[in-house]
C-alpha cells in the first residue's frame, strides 16, 4: 500500500490510502474535481490552479508521521470543492475591489 497528501488549490491537504493496483483513484479524483470547476466556473482564467492536484508520496517509513491527517473519503470531494468554491469567489471580489472603476473597460 502507497499512502499519499493529496490537495486542491489551497484546499487542506488529505491522507489517500492506495492499493498498488488501483493507482488510476489518483486519476477519478482529479477527473471529478476538474469536472466540477470546468461547469460551474467555464470562464475562468486560472481554472489550472484549481483544477490541478497537488499530490505528494508519504515515504513508507514516515507513514506515522501522517496519521493526523484526515483520510479521503466518500465526503471529501464535497469539501475540496466547497473550499475551491470559495476561493474562487474571493478571488472574483478582490478583482472586483481592485479595479479603478473609473478607468475601468469592463
Known sequence: MKSYL???????QYRLDIER???????????????????????LADKNFYESMIVKQIPDDKSHDYDAYPAFGNDSIPEIEAVLVREIHDMEDVAVLNRNAPYDDL
Open 21 to 43: 493496483d488501483s493507482s488510476s483513484q489518483l486519476c477519478d479524483i482529479k477527473k471529478s474535481v476538474g469536472e466540477y470547476i470546468s461547469s460551474n466556473f467555464p470562464t
Open 6 to 12: 493529496i490537495s486542491f488549490g489551497n484546499s487542506k
